[in-house]
């Protein structure tokens, strides 16, 4: 009997019928990560991820709580990030955005050309994830 309802269920779902809970996606705001980026010719030279222990945020470590975080930093024609804005933290509230946007003070970036000049620019996105 199990698996005659599970049959028919599975029939039903490959026949075009939708579950009720697939009816109605839902909708990130926010880019993925994962998503397609605009091609930007620079790359990361230097992230300090060295210093991640030491700036992991108070809360987060007595939780031992893990977190991610997405921005996206603006650079000088020196290679210098000058600015980030943090896109997204999660878990939010732990200070994970506030961690990673004091790492990025010091990053750097590059030529995606070796031997092309660095003109500054916008819009180059990091991924950090925050782990103990």
């Known amino acids: 009997m199990f698996r005659k309802i599970l049959t028919l269920t599975a029939v039903a779902m ?14 990130d705001p926010v880019p993925s990560a994962r998503q397609a980026l605009p091609e930007l010719p620079v790359t ?6 060295e210093r991640m222990k030491r ?8 939780r031992n709580q893990p977190g991610s ?9 020196k290679g210098r990030v000058t600015e980030c ?16 946007l004091e790492l990025m003070k010091t990053a750097t970036v590059k030529s995606k050309v070796a031997g092309e000049p660095l003109v500054a620019g916008k819009g180059l996105k990091l991924f950090v994830k925050w782990g103990q």
Not at 44 to 49: G, K, N, T
Not at 55 to 62: D, F, I, R, S
Not at 69 to 77: I, K
Request: proline share 9%.
């Open 85 to 100: 804005e943090m896109i997204r933290e999660t878990p939010e509230g732990l200070g994970f955005g506030a961690a990673t």
């Open 14 to 27: 490959v026949g075009g019928a939708l579950p009720l809970w697939a009816a109605s996606p839902t909708v």
């Open 44 to 49: 990361w030279d230097h992230v300090p991820y």
């Open 55 to 62: 700036n992991y945020p108070t809360v987060a470590k007595q």
């Open 69 to 77: 975080v997405l921005v996206s930093c603006d650079w000088d024609d």
